[in-house]
């Protein structure tokens, strides 16, 4: 019986792999060798009968597309009432073009600062841009504000910060790594992709 398992198993990983290059084999030819072989799909049948799992990869989640904002990591602060929790954003501009970067926050909220905007890099060049934002003294202990932050190059990232205020003073200061690179590969998911506008954008109707 174990023999009989190992055996279906066999074949299943066997199918799984040419399923895999189906793209080079063509429909037609993987269509012809289901035929030839009604043995593989018995296989199959005891697999899931036996309660043995049929994914055939690893993650089969299609990505964001590429014109989709770029997430980076999200960032958490600790500080006291008056005190600055900063980040700095290390920008590479990975490309073979002179590049324009900008940083901002879409979030309205006073006591933020930064040490530049915008910062020009050439060819794979880098540089830094520091953003620092002042806790009001009057704040409770255990209030959250969370920012988003945008940085705008080759390719648009975000980042969520969150600073949270506590009754005793941390390492503020984080560093964060913005890879601004252009996308060259054409990614088979891409054909996946197709407008579908929100509801508001719809002109809904009543």
């Known amino acids: 019986m174990t023999n009989n398992n190992?055996?279906?198993?066999?074949?299943?990983?066997?199918?799984?792999?040419l399923i895999e290059q189906s793209a080079?084999?063509?429909?037609?030819?993987?269509?012809?060798l289901m035929g030839s072989y009604p043995q593989v799909l018995q296989g199959l049948a005891?697999?899931?009968?036996a309660g043995i799992p049929l994914s055939i990869c690893n993650s089969c989640e299609i990505p964001p597309p590429c014109w989709m904002p770029k997430p980076l990591c999200d960032v958490i602060s600790l500080g006291r009432p008056g005190d600055k929790a900063s980040l700095c954003f290390?920008?590479?501009?990975c490309s073979m073009s002179v590049r324009k970067v900008t940083a901002f926050t879409s979030t309205k909220i006073?006591?933020?600062?930064?040490?530049?905007?915008?910062?020009?890099?050439?060819?794979?060049e880098r540089g830094e841009i520091d953003v620092s934002y002042l806790i009001p003294a009057g704040s409770p202990v255990g209030k959250?504000?969370?920012?988003?932050m945008w940085v705008r190059g080759c390719r648009l990232h975000f980042l969520r910060w969150k600073i949270v205020v506590g009754g005793i003073g941390a390492n503020t200061c984080y560093?964060?790594?913005?890879?601004?690179?252009p996308d060259l590969i054409h990614h088979?998911?891409?054909?996946?992709?197709?407008?579908?506008p929100c509801l508001e954008d719809r002109g809904t109707r009543g």
């Open 90 to 93: 290390v920008i590479t501009n």
């Open 24 to 32: 080079h084999l063509g429909v037609g030819a993987l269509e012809s």
């Open 144 to 148: 959250r504000i969370e920012l988003l």
């Open 175 to 181: 560093e964060v790594d913005v890879k601004d690179c």
């Open 188 to 196: 088979w998911y891409d054909h996946f992709y197709c407008p579908r």
């Open 6 to 17: 190992a055996q279906v198993t066999t074949t299943f990983h066997a199918l799984a792999k």
């Open 46 to 49: 005891k697999l899931a009968s």
């Open 110 to 124: 006073s006591g933020l600062s930064f040490s530049a905007t915008e910062v020009d890099l050439g060819p794979m």
